[in-house]
Each structure stands twice: as structure tokens, then as C-alpha cells.
T-cell receptor, first 115, second 116 residues
Framework: AQKITQTQPGMFVQEKEAVTLDCTYD???????LFWYKQPSSGEMIFLIY??????QNATEGRYSLNFQKARKSANLVISASQLGDSAMYFC????????????FGKGNQVVVIP | DAGVIQSPRHEVTEMGQEVTLRCKPI?????LFWYRQTMMRGLELLIY????????DSGMPEDRFSAKMPNASFSTLKIQPSEPRDSAVYFC??????????????FGPGTRLLVL
């Protein structure tokens, strides 16, 4: 079974600063994918970034980057130059390549960006 | 392109009533997922379909819940009879699956269900 751990308390971040959200995972699968989703107060789940377990480079998507440390089983999300619109809950998730399509989610990290 | 479409966006009903949630996946996607989100339990996968066939329904809470996918562009999640503990946000998500990579799931806006 896969397990995602996000244990940081709610975070306040100054606008224009960077923030790192921690995510650790536990799996016996060798091939898997890691995802980050954003859920603003309006409630929708927005896909941000994906990292494959065999990808040698850390994934980047605009201001989002994923600090992937496979040996440590961590997949931290870095948001650079925070904006007020980044205030949201952020969820880390993973799914094995082989097997069923079940996406395992963490409990989420709350981020509030302050001006 | 249109994303995943869910209806209704909000539903308030009384205990014992039947509730039907609807989902239209992204065109061309072959997998569809129903999730439930509550404060206590977070995001839970209820059921998922691949090519319109239910693959894993182990997350469906009990017999009061049922899901169908009659074609590639439509799915329903039905609760009958509804109970107050079913109050939650229900998300539908879709993806295009291959056997090579774990595909990204794209979520709909969710249906906020309140059972009184």
C-alpha cells in the first residue's frame, strides 16, 4: 500500500518569497508517479506538477518545482515568488505505474500568502 | 477545451432522498474516478472506471452507493437513501491512461452535497 505524509502545520508566507511544502511517501513499487494538486478556497482541485520515479531531472512548471529525493522518498514542492493567489491547500499524491489506478493523497498543506 | 464537468454544483437534500451526481469526463479520456472529500477523512477514492468498465469499487462505502458509466462521456454516482453522514464534496476526475506512465487525473469542480 502507498502512504503519503504531509505534516507541516499551516504556513504563512510573505508575498514574493519562496515556500517549500514537504511530502514524504512510502511505497514498495519501483515505478511510480508523484503529483501535486492545489485546492483554493473555491474548492476545485488543480493539477500543478508531475514527477516520474525514473525521471533524472526534477520537474518544473513555471513557478512550481519539485525537489525529488528518491532515496529519502521525498517529493517537496517549491513555489517561487509567492503570489496572493497561491493561498490554498496543497496536496501531494502518488500512483504506481503498474497495478490499479488508485491515487493516494496526503492530508494537505495549508498555505496563506500575506502581502 | 472543456474540463471535467460535474452537476449539480451544490445539492441540499433531506435524509432518505435519492441523490444523483453527474459527470462528463474530458473528451478522449478513458479513465474516470469518483472521489469524496471530507474534513475527517480527506480525499477518498470511491470507484474508478476504465473504458466504461468499473475496475475498483472497493472504496464505495456501502450498498446505498452505486455508480454507472453507460458511455465514454457520462457517469453517475447515486446515493439511495441518503444520510447526513454522506454530506461531503464529491469530485469526478478523468485521465487518459497508458501502460507506461501513471497518467495525470484532472478533476471537476466538485458537487457539494448536504444531507439534512
Amino acid at each position: 500500500a502507498q502512504k503519503i505524509t504531509q505534516t507541516q502545520p499551516g504556513m504563512f508566507v510573505q508575498e514574493k518569497e519562496a515556500v517549500t511544502l514537504d511530502c514524504t511517501y512510502d511505497t514498495s513499487d519501483q515505478s511510480y508517479g508523484l503529483f501535486w494538486y492545489k485546492q483554493p478556497s473555491s474548492g476545485e482541485m488543480i493539477f500543478l506538477i508531475y514527477q516520474g520515479s525514473y525521471d533524472e531531472q526534477n520537474a518544473t512548471e513555471g513557478r512550481y518545482s519539485l525537489n525529488f529525493q528518491k532515496a529519502r522518498k521525498s517529493a517537496n514542492l517549491v513555489i517561487s515568488a509567492s503570489q496572493l493567489g497561491d493561498s490554498a491547500m496543497y496536496f501531494c499524491a502518488m500512483r504506481a505505474v503498474y497495478g490499479n489506478n488508485r491515487l493516494a493523497f496526503g492530508k494537505g498543506n495549508q498555505v496563506v500568502v500575506i502581502p | 477545451d472543456a474540463g471535467v464537468i460535474q452537476s449539480p454544483r451544490h445539492e441540499v437534500t433531506e435524509m432518505g432522498q435519492e441523490v444523483t451526481l453527474r459527470c462528463k469526463p474530458i473528451s478522449g479520456h478513458n479513465s474516470l474516478f469518483w472521489y469524496r472529500q471530507t474534513m475527517m477523512r480527506g480525499l477518498e477514492l470511491l470507484i474508478y472506471f476504465n473504458n466504461n468498465v468499473p475496475i475498483d469499487d472497493s472504496g464505495m462505502p456501502e450498498d446505498r452507493f452505486s455508480a454507472k458509466m453507460p458511455n465514454a462521456s457520462f457517469s453517475t454516482l447515486k446515493i439511495q437513501p441518503s444520510e447526513p453522514r454522506d454530506s461531503a464534496v464529491y469530485f469526478c476526475a478523468s485521465s487518459f491512461g497508458t501502460t507506461i506512465t501513471p497518467e495525470t487525473q484532472y478533476f471537476g469542480p466538485g458537487t457539494r452535497l448536504l444531507v439534512l
